[in-house]
């Protein structure tokens, strides 16, 4: 899915495409249809209820597994569920807006709702006790400083996100009195086995009301995803060593009981637990251990026990889909007034606008598309798409044609070549009547869009470079001859007269453009050495016989009659 877009990536957050695959559902055996590799769990805060992301949805089911049910369901990518503190309600985030936002629904999934809006988007942490606030992280800063800061959100109304701390902090969770935040620093990959040395994940405390630090454990090993104890008097955490992360319990050295400060709770012979999430009446720890999820009474002496996740054969399953996010467009096509784009990222059609920068997906094929270009009156998207083999042009329209583009959901496709050749480099006449394109390899090919006739202007063997003039008479390619030399041409659209060889050179020219009123054509071309420049010619003889001096004096006579009036008349 789609980050913030410049154009390129205002045109996309949009576009090194970075792709994670989702276990598909038909790697599962068909009769049993578990659930593994289940992400990010989270336990209703009295201990009977499990959330999780699954295949880029959220999902919940009982703490034993059973009753699983369905929350999200859209193509974006959905993760990190967190109950609130009164159990009615879970956030999540989500990419459905093209970067990483914090969502609240009710726990059935209904009444959903947006509460972030930064582009830079943001990673979701923790409820605050009250249910008023939620803790999130995000980078707000120059990613050469440690740019993940904590980050307060009102959950009720829009307002200006809260820094709490300008410093670096990852995992961080409140307090139950919510007063402190326990969060890591520093820290290999968490899959990295037996790290040690002074670089290993430390537990730090944050002080809310005083703004005052203090590192709690720095042990050479991998201390990660601490979570509060129910009473606040200590944590549960993992700790690593050559097998992974086990799960150990923390406590403040003032506790009463006068137990030892670290104890182990839970551990595998092979491999981690990871991802832990606790209740908040403390009575269950759910965590994923390999490819399942396993859950334990940490107040218990007891062996953790595993999450049997068993979908229901009538239960919908997520389309088996690989999930991207584009950081560039390969392609773009403005409208007349600038203000909608059409552009090409991931071999699809998507259009915006340039204010909200919310990308439209107006294409879904398992082909590649192309060649994207808006008409000439914006009513239109026109590309080339690879199907069945074959590359034809097709033209895309808004299915509600009284909203902007990317006010649109579904738009119409319809094909408008279908034939063995390969079309390419699309372009309008000035009046937006005509088609220009590229047909196999090197034929210049012109189309009348009311009775859909063409007909060839040009033919070639490789890539021609062209230009229409804006009164759509006259049109410049560049061409290579059999000598595979490139030089640019003029022809008459109704091809009543032969093209005449404008630049007549022995090296290559290419690109062509005409000026706005026409009598000028300018284009590329390699003179010297490996140097190429911009050349022009004048297209009517009598601007062609003048000196650049006469040019000077007459530019210069209608600067000062602009500025000054007449010599003969009064200054207006």
């Not at 773009?332 to 784009?341: H, K, N, P, Y």
Request: hydrophobic content about 35%.
């Amino acid at each position: 899915m789609l980050k913030n877009f410049s154009l390129a990536a205002t045109c996309v957050s949009a576009i090194g495409l970075f792709c994670s695959m989702l276990l598909s559902p038909h790697s599962m055996a068909a009769d049993a249809r578990r659930i593994t590799m289940a992400e990010s769990p989270a336990v209703s805060p009295d201990g009977k209820q499990l959330s999780f992301s699954w295949m880029g949805e959220i999902w919940s089911a009982d703490i034993d597994g059973k009753n699983i049910r369905r929350l999200t369901n859209n193509e974006a990518l959905d993760s990190q569920p967190l109950y609130s503190p009164d159990g009615k309600r879970i956030a999540f985030v989500s990419t459905r807006t093209g970067s990483s936002q914090i969502y609240v629904m009710n726990t059935d999934g209904t009444d959903l709702k947006q509460i972030t809006f930064h582009t830079e988007g943001y990673s979701l942490e923790d409820w605050f006790p009250d249910g008023q606030s939620i803790l999130a992280t995000g980078s707000r800063d120059h990613f050469h400083r440690d740019t993940t800061r904590m980050i307060r959100i009102d959950v009720q109304e829009r307002r200006a996100e809260k820094i709490l701390s300008d410093a670096m902090a990852k995992d961080p969770k409140v307090s139950p009195d919510g007063k402190r935040i326990l969060f890591t620093r520093e820290g290999e990959r968490w899959w990295r086995k037996g790290y040690i040395g002074e670089r290993s994940s430390q537990v730090w405390q944050f002080e809310m009301e005083n703004g005052q630090f203090s590192e709690l454990l720095h042990e050479g090993v991998e201390c990660m995803w601490p979570l509060w104890m129910k009473n606040g008097k200590g944590f549960y955490f993992t700790k690593g060593n050559e097998q992974g992360f086990e799960l150990y319990r923390y406590r403040f050295p003032n506790d009463e009981a006068g137990t030892a400060k670290q104890v182990k709770i839970a551990g595998f012979d092979e491999d981690s637990i990871v991802y832990p999430a606790i209740s908040r009446d403390g009575t269950t720890v759910v965590f994923r251990h390999l490819f399942d999820l396993y859950r334990l009474n940490p107040a218990k002496d007891e062996r953790p026990s595993k999450i049997d996740l068993v979908l229901d054969a009538d239960l919908e399953l997520p389309k088996d889909e690989l999930r991207r996010e584009f950081e560039s467009a390969d392609e773009v096509s403005f409208t007349q007034d600038g203000l909608e784009i059409a552009f090409i990222a991931g071999g699809d059609v998507w259009v915006m606008d340039t204010k909200l920068k919310e990308p439209k997906q107006v294409t879904r094929t398992a082909g590649y598309e192309a060649d994207v270009e808006f008409s000439k009156d914006g009513e239109s998207v026109w590309f080339t798409s690879v199907s069945d083999g074959k590359t034809d042009i097709w033209k895309a329209t808004r299915s509600d044609p009284e909203k902007f583009w990317w006010q649109n959901t579904e738009f119409q496709l319809e094909q408008i070549t279908d034939d063995t050749h390969v079309e390419s480099r699309l372009g309008f006449t000035f009046d937006g009547s005509k088609l220009i394109y590229q047909q196999g390899r090197g034929d210049l090919v012109v189309m009348n869009l009311e009775n859909r006739e063409s007909k060839n202007l040009v033919q070639g063997f490789s890539r021609i470079d062209y230009d229409v003039s804006s009164d759509g008479r006259w049109i410049a390619y560049s061409k290579q001859d059999n000598d595979f030399n490139s030089d640019v041409w003029i022809a008459p659209m109704a091809g009543d007269k032969p093209a005449i060889n404008i630049s007549r050179h022995p090296d290559n020219d290419s690109s062509p453009a005409f000026s706005p009123d026409g009598k000028i054509l300018a284009f590329t071309g390699r003179r010297i050495d490996t140097e190429v420049d911009i050349h022009y010619v004048y297209l009517q003889e009598e601007l062609d016989e003048e000196t650049s001096r006469q040019r000077r004096i007459e530019e210069a006579i209608e600067l000062m009659r602009k500025k000054r009036g007449k010599p003969d008349e009064p200054k207006k």
